[in-house]
């Protein structure tokens, strides 16, 4: 089995987006653990929306493409759209940033709302 550890983020429809991530990550991957829910302001983004971020792990027999695969067809059924980038509208937007204890995005797990959500799942013994 893979560790997988992601982050979750919408600055459009938050609520609904997230709920539609979790419900769907949980179809998907048995057993998930999701972080609390962190309201963070837009970073590298001109459209001052606040984001709604989270965390999540959850262990998989997939390989991390197939992983990679499952998480945009997830953003596809949320409404995200390629032309939704130039409006800097995100409506979900789901990052793997580790797999099988491999970084994948560095600069992501320097975040501070990443770091705290870590903190959270070393609490809970994730």
């Not at 992601?6 to 419900?23: F, M, P, T, V, Y």
């Not at 965390?55 to 953003?75: C, G, M, N, P, Y």
């Not at 990052?95 to 560095?106: A, N």
């Amino acid at each position: 089995m893979h560790k997988c550890l992601i982050c979750i983020g919408s600055n459009h429809n938050r609520k609904e987006n997230l709920l539609l991530a979790q419900r769907k990550l949980t179809d998907l991957f048995p057993g998930i653990h999701f972080t609390s829910e962190q309201e963070t302001d837009p970073l590298f983004v001109k459209n001052p929306a606040k984001f709604s971020n989270q965390l999540a792990v959850f262990f998989v027999d997939k390989a991390e493409k197939e992983v990679r695969r499952s998480l945009k067809a997830i953003e596809a059924a949320a409404g995200r759209q390629p032309a939704d980038k130039q409006q800097e509208k995100i409506s979900l937007d789901i990052d793997l940033l580790t797999y099988d204890g491999r970084i994948l995005k560095p600069d992501d797990l320097t975040r501070a709302y990443v770091v705290k959500g870590l903190e959270e799942l070393k609490e809970k013994q994730l």
